[in-house]
Protein backbone atom coordinates (compact mmCIF):
# COMPACT_ATOMS: atom_id res chain seq x y z
CA UNK A 1 0.00 0.00 0.00
CA UNK A 2 1.30 3.27 -0.90
CA UNK A 3 1.49 5.68 1.80
CA UNK A 4 2.60 9.22 2.77
CA UNK A 5 2.91 9.76 6.69
CA UNK A 6 3.08 13.66 7.76
CA UNK A 7 4.47 14.30 11.45
CA UNK A 8 6.28 16.45 14.04
CA UNK A 9 3.43 19.35 14.16
CA UNK A 10 2.27 20.26 16.95
CA UNK A 11 1.50 23.40 19.66
CA UNK A 12 4.32 26.53 19.25
CA UNK A 13 4.63 29.72 20.56
CA UNK A 14 4.91 32.89 17.87
CA UNK A 15 8.72 32.72 17.05
CA UNK A 16 9.20 28.99 17.44
CA UNK A 17 10.23 26.52 15.18
CA UNK A 18 8.71 22.97 13.66
CA UNK A 19 10.04 20.31 11.69
CA UNK A 20 7.77 18.60 9.32
CA UNK A 21 8.81 15.08 8.22
CA UNK A 22 7.12 13.62 5.26
CA UNK A 23 7.60 9.60 5.42
CA UNK A 24 7.13 7.37 2.36
CA UNK A 25 5.91 3.81 2.80
CA UNK A 26 5.15 1.13 -0.21
CA UNK A 27 7.15 3.08 -2.88
CA UNK A 28 10.45 5.29 -2.61
CA UNK A 29 10.26 9.34 -3.53
CA UNK A 30 13.47 9.17 -5.28
CA UNK A 31 11.27 9.56 -8.18
CA UNK A 32 8.80 12.21 -7.30
CA UNK A 33 8.43 15.67 -6.60
CA UNK A 34 6.83 16.66 -3.48
CA UNK A 35 4.99 19.56 -2.31
CA UNK A 36 3.55 20.67 1.20
CA UNK A 37 0.78 22.62 1.49
CA UNK A 38 -1.79 24.04 4.09
CA UNK A 39 -5.34 24.27 5.14
CA UNK A 40 -6.66 26.36 7.57
CA UNK A 41 -10.16 26.11 8.67
CA UNK A 42 -12.58 28.22 6.31
CA UNK A 43 -10.03 28.43 3.62
CA UNK A 44 -8.94 26.71 0.70
CA UNK A 45 -5.40 24.27 0.29
CA UNK A 46 -2.90 25.86 -0.64
CA UNK A 47 0.75 25.25 -1.58
CA UNK A 48 3.72 25.91 0.86
CA UNK A 49 6.30 24.96 -0.98
CA UNK A 50 7.69 22.32 -3.18
CA UNK A 51 10.87 20.62 -4.50
CA UNK A 52 11.63 18.79 -7.25
CA UNK A 53 12.50 15.27 -7.81
CA UNK A 54 16.36 16.12 -8.61
CA UNK A 55 16.14 18.23 -5.72
CA UNK A 56 17.84 20.59 -7.12
CA UNK A 57 15.73 23.27 -7.04
CA UNK A 58 12.56 23.91 -4.72
CA UNK A 59 9.86 27.16 -4.42
CA UNK A 60 7.99 28.56 -1.46
CA UNK A 61 4.89 30.81 -0.89
CA UNK A 62 5.53 34.26 -0.73
CA UNK A 63 4.61 33.84 2.64
CA UNK A 64 6.88 31.56 3.83
CA UNK A 65 10.10 32.57 2.32
CA UNK A 66 13.09 32.77 4.47
CA UNK A 67 11.50 31.14 6.96
CA UNK A 68 10.42 27.73 5.97
CA UNK A 69 13.21 25.23 3.90
CA UNK A 70 11.98 22.46 2.31
CA UNK A 71 14.73 19.03 2.15
CA UNK A 72 14.67 16.01 1.22
CA UNK A 73 16.73 12.68 2.44
CA UNK A 74 16.15 9.40 -0.42
CA UNK A 75 18.04 7.57 1.66
CA UNK A 76 15.62 8.20 4.53
CA UNK A 77 12.71 8.10 2.15
CA UNK A 78 11.66 11.45 3.76
CA UNK A 79 11.09 14.86 2.96
CA UNK A 80 11.00 17.18 5.80
CA UNK A 81 9.80 21.31 6.07
CA UNK A 82 11.77 23.07 8.62
CA UNK A 83 9.44 26.00 10.10
CA UNK A 84 11.39 28.99 11.89
CA UNK A 85 9.90 32.05 12.92
CA UNK A 86 6.51 31.12 13.08
CA UNK A 87 3.48 33.07 13.30
CA UNK A 88 -0.47 33.17 14.15
CA UNK A 89 -1.28 32.74 10.42
CA UNK A 90 0.99 29.87 9.81
CA UNK A 91 -1.48 27.98 11.95
CA UNK A 92 -3.28 25.09 9.49
CA UNK A 93 -3.26 21.32 8.58
CA UNK A 94 -0.26 20.46 6.98
CA UNK A 95 -0.04 18.13 3.85
CA UNK A 96 2.70 16.38 1.51
CA UNK A 97 1.92 14.71 -1.58
CA UNK A 98 3.85 13.17 -4.04
CA UNK A 99 4.21 13.91 -7.82
CA UNK A 100 5.41 11.45 -10.77
CA UNK A 101 6.86 14.39 -12.38
CA UNK A 102 7.46 14.72 -16.30
CA UNK A 103 11.19 16.87 -16.03
CA UNK A 104 13.16 16.07 -12.83
CA UNK A 105 13.85 19.39 -12.71
CA UNK A 106 10.18 21.23 -11.79
CA UNK A 107 8.09 20.93 -8.78
CA UNK A 108 4.50 22.32 -8.28
CA UNK A 109 2.51 24.72 -6.20
CA UNK A 110 -0.56 23.66 -6.62
CA UNK A 111 -2.47 20.25 -5.76
CA UNK A 112 -3.89 19.30 -9.49
CA UNK A 113 -0.33 17.35 -10.48
CA UNK A 114 -0.46 15.39 -7.23
CA UNK A 115 -0.72 11.72 -6.76
CA UNK A 116 -0.77 10.98 -3.09
CA UNK A 117 -1.64 12.47 -0.50
CA UNK A 118 -0.78 12.30 3.62
CA UNK A 119 -3.12 12.53 5.67
CA UNK A 120 -1.57 15.93 7.21
CA UNK A 121 -0.36 17.07 10.76
CA UNK A 122 -1.93 20.05 12.67
CA UNK A 123 0.78 22.89 13.38
CA UNK A 124 -1.09 25.47 15.71
CA UNK A 125 1.39 29.06 16.48
CA UNK A 126 -0.46 30.74 19.54
CA UNK A 127 0.59 32.04 22.46
Known amino acids: QLQLVESGGGLVQPGGSLRLSCAAS????????IGWFRQAPGKEREGVSC????????QYADSVKGRFTISRDNAKNTVYLQMNSLKPEDTAIYYC????????????????????WGQGTQVTVSS
Open 97 to 116: AADLPSSAYVCFDYPTPYDY
Open 51 to 58: ITQSGSSA
Open 26 to 33: GFTLDYYA
